[in-house]
């Protein structure tokens, strides 16, 4: 694909905002500025990384989910809507549709999430929609076998989220359309469930540091937080009520350096919250009120002072807390669905785009 040019510009931040609830995407008409876009450099240039073939690319799909085998960042999984999964081998150079031997992950399904195990790579999870049901998938090879490991019985109900505990591999979250909080010992071979949220758990968060620490983020309701890995739950808007729009999370992070540190973003603002979500405060970002949408945040692996967040197609960069930010323009009329930044070179960016 062609290569892009933008230049970053360094800009005075002014009170801003910006978030949409998630929700399911709708399937729209295809493009030619989807897939994958990569920086080498900081986000300062783009390519689109999109190839699988001479004949044929994902510069058409949208871009659900990505994550990086732990050993090899240049290994990388994506999930798609309506396309199934696709993986390099390359850091995006070139990339392959992955085709289950088992027949059981269907190149037709929406990825909503990917978890692969830090401790073992081959042991891979997929939160899915396919088939008009929502589906937690199981590979124990790397990808080229799968195993349904749960699906929700009332149709029309993805499974959007799923999450490895970071200390004990053989447990494993999953959060559901329906409002289900799930948890499997076992490696996803049998289940329970934590909570049922009144909505869709569209984002699962544990801290690396102690995974008692769990948040989850329940659009139209807000950040729920538990202290003893889903046994009981508060609701981090009730500590906001002075705050207009508490409910309405986007996504969520937790800092890398200091992980009592949380930042969420919602429909009007970038808020950071401190001591485990009892404390919190707004991030000036540069976007005037109702302008675009907060689609996606990150922090940078080796300095937790530099932050990401997505909007349209702009991609913004602050290396100081947020104090200041630059502008970093993605070629491509889509929306940064998400962004992944190498956990070895941290100049290394990826973004995927959806319409």
């Known amino acids: 694909m062609a290569e892009f040019f933008k230049k970053a510009s360094l800009v005075v931040i002014f009170p801003s905002l910006v978030f949409v609830a998630a929700a399911l995407p709708l399937r729209c008409s295809l493009s030619k500025d989807n897939g994958i876009y990569k920086s080498q450099d900081s986000g ?24 990086a085998d732990s050993l090899n960042p240049e ?24 085709i289950d031997k088992n027949n059981i992950l269907q190149n037709s399904d929406d ?10 790579v081959n042991f891979i999870y997929l939160a899915i929609y396919g088939g008009g049901f929502g ?3 199981r590979s124990q090879d790397g990808g080229q076998t799968w195993e349904e490991a749960y699906v929700i019985s009332q149709s029309g109900m993805p499974v959007y989220k799923v999450a490895i505990d970071p200390v004990s591999e053989a ?21 329970q469930p934590l909570k049922w949220f009144d909505g869709g758990v569209s984002d699962i968060k544990i801290d690396n540091r102690n995974n008692q620490m769990i948040y989850v983020n329940v659009p ?13 739950w508060q609701l981090l808007a009730d500590s906001m009520k002075s705050f207009g729009g508490a409910e309405q999370v986007g996504t969520l992070l937790i800092d890398r350096q200091d992980s009592k540190i949380l930042y969420a973003s919602l429909k ?28 996606s945040l990150a922090q940078d692996p080796q300095n937790s002072q530099i932050l990401y967040y997505g909007a349209e197609s702009v991609l913004y960069r602050t290396a100081n807390n947020g104090q200041t930010w630059m502008t970093l323009q993605i070629p491509s009329g889509k929306k940064i669905n998400l962004i992944k930044i190498d956990s070895v070179s941290s100049d290394i960016i990826y973004v995927g785009m959806r319409n």
């Open 44 to 67: 300062v240039t783009w390519q689109q990384k999109v190839t699988i073939s001479k004949k044929e690319n994902i510069a058409a799909k949208d871009i659900l989910s990505m994550a």
């Open 220 to 232: 139209g309701r807000g950040i729920y937080k538990s202290s003893d890995q889903g046994a009981n």
């Open 171 to 191: 447990v494993i979250y999953v959060g559901t359309a329906q409002g289900g909080f799930l948890k499997s010992s076992d490696y996803g071979s049998s289940w």
């Open 111 to 120: 990825v909503y999430d990917i978890a692969i195990s830090q401790k073992n």
């Open 135 to 137: 589906r937690v998938l």
């Open 268 to 295: 009007d603002a970038l808020l950071v919250f401190y001591d485990q979500g009892q404390t919190w405060q707004e991030i000036s970002i540069l976007m005037p009120t109702g302008s675009a949408t907060i689609s």
């Open 75 to 98: 290994i990388l999984f994506i999930g798609t809507r309506s396309s199934g999964l696709y993986k390099t081998l390359d850091g995006a150079e070139s990339w392959q549709q992955v």
